[in-house]
T-cell receptor
Framework: KNQVEQSPQSLIILEGKNCTLQ??????????LRWYKQDTGRGPVSLTI?????NTKSNGRYTATLDADTKQSSLHITASQLSDSASYIC????????????FGSGTRLSIRP | DTGVSQDPRHKITKRGQNVTFRCDPI?????LYWYRQTLGQGPEFLTY????????KSRLLSDRFSAERPKGSFSTLEIQRTEQGDSAMYLC??????????????FGPGTRLTVL
């Protein structure tokens, strides 16, 4: 069964600290993996997209890694800001069908001043 | 604003009523997706269109749900005889197939449906 599991479910850190969110998946065949940021009550916004051949990609203070062999990805946030408080969703696309775009349940990140 | 727009942003209805949501994708995008998201969960795929053709529907899309994209531009999602379990955020996304960015989807702000 195609699945995307994220951990932790929720995380609280102090402003200025770093954190790492995890994503494990079983989607096969694999096409690409994306991390989205979703503010409360809003639609998700793409942070990074990685294909099979890419193992790291950065977008400002966000750095995503991908290990296609172990089917794991991480999103590292550096020097967190209050505006980073949101849900971070890992999305894995399987090759071929649109229904093989599988969303994780997200990690709810709260940044405290 | 050239992003994906959805209307209405919020809808409160009584059980048994019909509701219709609209999505306007990014103008040059040929694919349009509908998702449903409940609190604390990631979006779940409902259906998608390529141009005006509805190419795939999830088993989540019961016969009370119908989606259209008549001219390959905007899309509507109708829910008939709403049930309390239909309460959720309904998200629309669009993408342009054939570009080099792995079919990146751009999401609208969503329509939050509450069925009383």
């Amino acid at each position: 069964k195609n699945q995307v599991e994220q951990s932790p479910q929720s995380l609280i850190i102090l402003e200025g600290k770093n954190c790492t969110l995890q994503c494990n998946y079983t989607v096969s065949p694999f096409s690409n993996l994306r991390w989205y940021k979703q503010d409360t009550g809003r639609g998700p916004v793409s942070l990074t997209i990685m294909t099979f051949s890419e193992n790291t990609k950065s977008n400002g203070r966000y750095t995503a890694t991908l290990d296609a062999d172990t089917k794991q990805s991480s999103l590292h946030i550096t020097a967190s800001q209050l505006s980073d408080s949101a849900s971070y969703i890992c999305v894995v696309s399987g090759a071929g069908s649109a229904s093989k775009i599988i969303f994780g349940s997200g990690t709810r990140l709260s940044i405290r001043p | 604003d050239t992003g994906v727009s959805q209307d209405p942003r919020h809808k409160i209805t009584k059980r048994g009523q019909n509701v219709t949501f609209r999505c306007d994708p990014i103008s040059e995008h040929n694919r349009l997706y509908w998702y449903r998201q409940t609190l604390g969960q990631g979006p779940e795929f409902l259906t998608y269109f390529q141009n005006e053709a509805q190419l795939e529907k999830s088993r989540l899309l019961s016969d009370r749900f119908s989606a259209e994209r008549p001219k390959g531009s905007f899309s509507t999602l109708e829910i008939q005889r709403t049930e309390q379990g239909d309460s959720a955020m309904y998200l629309c996304a669009s993408s342009l197939v054939g570009t080099g960015v792995a079919n990146e989807q751009f999401f609208g702000p969503g329509t939050r449906l509450t069925v009383l």
